[in-house]
């Protein structure tokens, strides 16, 4: 099948402006930045046929042709990710059998999160999009909820029936658990990976839909399909000893930068 990878990028983000160019530094102390990290993340994923950079910002285009990339450009009117995603399939023709929606923010992806996300979505003819989840040691549980202590909204979890349907998603930790893990403890929460794999007709028929309460009271894109019906296929994926961490603010570059040098990742 077919799969194209979308790296949909803004620079107007409401947490963090300027975010995909905003630099990071790895292991071997070179800085890059957001956008070029994450666009390196999916050219190690296996199986794919084309990725390209879909932005409605010239500075954002000029960066990402500078390392390489390829930009799809995109209306400044686009919602979210996924509706820049839909307008770049469009845009270069369609015909891609699965769009993989890499947001610019996951620059620590590893690329089997990915390779999984993709075979999950072959295997469930049923399903029209897909999505990673990773279940959380104690340590990323308790980062999700300091951040929700101290006001910041950070990570997404997810829960999802035991065909792994999604019940739904939230920027609260859920479900609720009343027991405190160590760090090094398995536990029952699981964090949302913000990748997601859709086939044509799923993501063509969502900038159709009107936004409903459940996606404004979240922010979350996802619940829009969830909203109007649609089921959303939760792949369960392994971390295989690397961490994981979004850059949602300002205040997780100093993580994620501490996590890329204990990984040894340049």
């Not at 296996?46 to 000029?62: E, L, M, P, S, W």
């Not at 390489?68 to 469009?90: K, L, P």
């Not at 065909?163 to 699981?190: G, M, N, R, W």
């Not at 044509?200 to 979350?220: H, I, M, N, R």
């Amino acid at each position: 099948m077919s799969v194209l990878i979308v790296i949909p990028a803004r620079y107007a983000s409401s947490r963090f402006p300027g975010k995909p160019l905003a630099e990071l530094t790895g292991a071997s102390g070179q800085a890059r930045t957001l956008i070029e990290r994450s666009w390196r993340a999916a050219m190690e994923v296996q199986g794919v046929d084309r990725v390209v950079v879909a932005t409605d910002d010239d500075r954002i285009r000029t960066v990402s042709e500078g390392f390489g990339a390829e930009v799809v450009m995109t209306s400044a009117d686009c919602a979210n990710g996924t509706e820049r995603c839909a307008e770049a399939h469009a845009a270069l023709g369609g015909g891609y059998e699965i769009v993989v929606n890499l947001q610019g923010d996951a620059p620590l992806t590893p690329p089997w999160f990915i390779e999984d996300l993709i075979s999950g979505l072959k295997d469930a003819t049923g399903m029209g999009l897909a999505t990673p989840v990773l279940r959380c040691d104690g340590s990323t549980l308790n980062s999700l909820l300091e951040d929700r202590r101290s006001g910041r909204v950070g990570g997404t979890t997810a829960v999802f029936s035991g065909d792994h349907s999604a019940l739904y998603f939230s920027k609260e930790v859920i479900p609720f658990c009343a027991e405190t893990y160590q760090d090094a403890d398995e536990t029952p929460v699981f964090h949302h990976v913000g990748v997601y794999a859709y086939r044509p007709d799923a993501l063509k028929a969502y900038p159709q839909w009107k936004v409903g309460p459940l996606e404004t009271l979240e922010g979350l894109e996802q619940l829009r399909f969830l909203e109007n019906g649609r089921k959303i296929l939760c792949v369960e994926v392994e971390a295989r000893g690397r961490e994981f961490w979004e850059l949602n603010n300002p205040q997780d570059m100093p993580k994620i930068e501490h996590m890329m040098r204990k990984m040894g990742l340049s």
